[in-house]
T-cell receptor
Framework: AQSVSQHNHHVILSEAASLELGCNYSYGGTVNLFWYVQYPGQHLQLLLKYFSGDPLVKGIKGFEAEFIKSKFSFNLRKPSVQWSDTAEYFC????????????FGTGTRLKVLA | GAVVSQHPSWVICKSGTSVKIECRSL??????MFWYRQFPKQSLMLMAT?????????EQGVEKDKFLINHASLTLSTLTVTSAHPEDSSFYIC????????????FGPGTRLTVL
């Protein structure tokens, strides 16, 4: 069965620190990959997505993610975090055909200290 | 673009009553909508996939008779929690996938259900 694991459940950083959140998935076929962010009290927003092509994907708010097929990974990065990045981050994977349903990771709660 | 709304945003009901939650895609057509449940400090758990004009596909362990899903049009799906009990209290989130569009889901703001 497909699964998505996010290794870091809670991350605390100071402003301007660099961020990397891990995401690994288990699925042998072709996948689409996503990172969503959920700010406190708000709904899920798409940060970035990978369908094909350049494995380094740039998203909104200075975030980027790199798809490494051989490692089944899609880690999220940001060179310098801000207090406003405090949120929960979810990695999601879906097949490229069929039901297109997402499999979500457990989420990483990021707290950025001012 | 790609806005999804949910109504109501929160609801409190008595045990044994039924509650209907609406999910609308406001500026696009969605042949497929998804219903999730999110427990506090946990990830989203897919409950069912809703396809316009056909029966919903439920995930394993989700009671289809308790969580009725109707996807009557390309912009509206409803989730009815029947005979609600306190253990049904949760945050219910829908998402919609654009018809013929890229494989991307757009999420609604969620509905907080509290069953007394």
């Amino acid at each position: 069965a497909q699964s998505v694991s996010q290794h870091n459940h809670h991350v605390i950083l100071s402003e301007a620190a660099s961020l990397e959140l891990g995401c690994n998935y288990s699925y042998g076929g072709t996948v689409n990959l996503f990172w969503y962010v959920q700010y406190p009290g708000q709904h899920l927003q798409l940060l970035l997505k990978y369908f094909s092509g350049d494995p380094l994907v740039k998203g909104i708010k200075g975030f980027e993610a790199e798809f490494i097929k051989s490692k089944f990974s899609f880690n999220l990065r940001k060179p310098s975090v801000q207090w406003s990045d405090t949120a929960e981050y979810f990695c999601a994977v879906t097949q490229t055909s069929g039901t297109y349903k997402y499999i979500f990771g457990t989420g990483t709660r990021l707290k950025v200290l001012a | 673009g790609a806005v999804v709304s949910q109504h109501p945003s929160w609801v409190i009901c008595k045990s044994g009553t039924s509650v209907k939650i609406e999910c609308r895609s406001l500026d696009f057509q969605a042949t497929t909508m998804f219903w999730y449940r999110q427990f506090p400090k946990q990830s989203l758990m897919l409950m069912a996939t809703s396809n316009e004009g056909s029966k919903a596909t439920y995930e394993q362990g989700v009671e289809k008779d308790k969580f009725l899903i109707n996807h009557a049009s390309l912009t509206l799906s409803t989730l009815t929690v029947t005979s609600a009990h306190p253990e049904d209290s949760s945050f219910y989130i829908c998402s919609a996938r654009s018809s013929g569009g890229p494989n991307t889901q757009y999420f609604g703001p969620g509905t907080r259900l509290t069953v007394l």
